[in-house]
């Protein structure tokens, strides 16, 4: 049922960008076209860029790529690089004298591994979004997942790896659903098809993966910092949408997160998720909007599998000694 990426919904590139001393990254998306954006904030520690912007009762309404950035708020800073690459091409919503590239953007906190001061800057904004197409690009510790981690209830000592994953669906009449996400969680990570613990806190004692729900429930106090978090991602539809529908759709997708990370939505993250329509052809609502939540489900769990060990940071793969 799932395949390849979000590069799969016709309209969409993706480029990358990462620093391996500091750990951190970005990914974009790029519609050349522009798409109709929507947006959702759940998390209640987020760093965001031209949010308000799409709400439905604003003017614009199309975005011409989205940024997902590590770094935290310093992050926000790759997307002027976007800004400034979409602008040489001739890409951007036209106010006469200049054509303004409209770029939303999310970032998550990951400078508590690597170098805490490289960060995703204007100069690794240009060239993910120079470098963004359409095709296979892998997994894992790549772009805005590069120093992600996960199952930090109890502080980063007892942390394991988070990453970046994408998936896509192809329905029957031609309609490809594609998500992708950068998953930073204060939380643990399961898989939503038998609740079975894919990545989160190791108890030092047993070397077992724990329970963060169970944590939090025997232990009110924990070393979790407000902010140090977030899941941030993309879904998107070759479907028309309108700015509210789009919202909705976004609003459907928190769904996925609810489903695969515990606890999701704390005051420790800032978890964030956009949804683009990119096409003429129409649709449910209702349909686009559970069906994104099954693909970015399955990003999710792409994004932990594929992820690698850094800094006696464990993987899912290093835990399980699993080679993919």
């Keep these: 049922m799932f395949f390849g990426n979000i590069t799969d919904v016709p309209g969409i590139k993706v480029g990358h960008m990462e620093n391996t001393k500091g750990l951190t990254g970005c990914s974009v ?55 400034q690459y979409l602008e040489e091409q001739g890409i951007g919503f036209d106010v006469g004298v200049a054509k303004v590239p409209i770029v939303p953007g999310a970032v998550l906190f990951d400078l508590a591994v690597g170098d805490a001061e490289i960060r995703p800057d204007k100069a690794m904004g240009y060239q993910a979004a120079k470098q963004a197409r359409k095709g296979s690009f892998p997994f894992g510790n790549v772009g805005a997942g590069c120093g992600a981690t996960v199952g930090k209830i109890l502080g980063m000592k007892h942390c394991m790896k988070g990453g970046l994953g994408s998936a896509s669906i192809r329905l029957e009449n031609g309609i490809v659903v594609g998500a992708i ?93 956009f949804a683009l329509g990119t096409d003429k052809q129409s649709a449910s609502i209702d349909l686009i909007g559970s069906i994104a939540v099954k693909v970015m489900e399955e990003a999710i769990v792409r994004a932990i599998t594929f992820a690698e060990e850094v800094e006696n940071i464990p993987s899912y793969k290093s835990f399980n000694n699993v080679n993919r």
Excluded: W
Aim: proline share 5%.
């Design 29 to 83: 998306l790029v519609v050349e076209e522009g798409a109709v954006c929507g947006v959702d904030v759940r998390g209640s520690a987020p760093g965001t860029r031209e949010t308000d912007l799409l709400d439905p009762i604003h003017l614009v309404d199309k975005v011409h790529a989205i940024t997902l950035s590590g770094g935290s708020a310093f992050g926000l800073e790759a997307a002027d690089g976007v800004m």
């Design 181 to 273: 996400v950068a998953v930073n969680a204060v939380g643990d990570i399961r898989d939503p098809k038998n609740g079975s613990i894919l990545a989160g806190p190791i108890n030092p004692e047993t070397n077992e993966i724990m329970d963060s729900i169970a944590i939090m429930q025997s232990n009110p106090e924990t070393f979790a910092k407000p902010g140090a978090n977030t899941t941030i991602g993309v879904v998107a539809a070759n479907v028309t949408l309108t700015k509210a529908e789009a919202k909705k759709i976004a609003q459907m997708t928190h769904n996925a997160f609810a489903k695969t990370i515990y606890p999701a939505h704390t005051m420790f993250d800032g978890d964030t998720i």
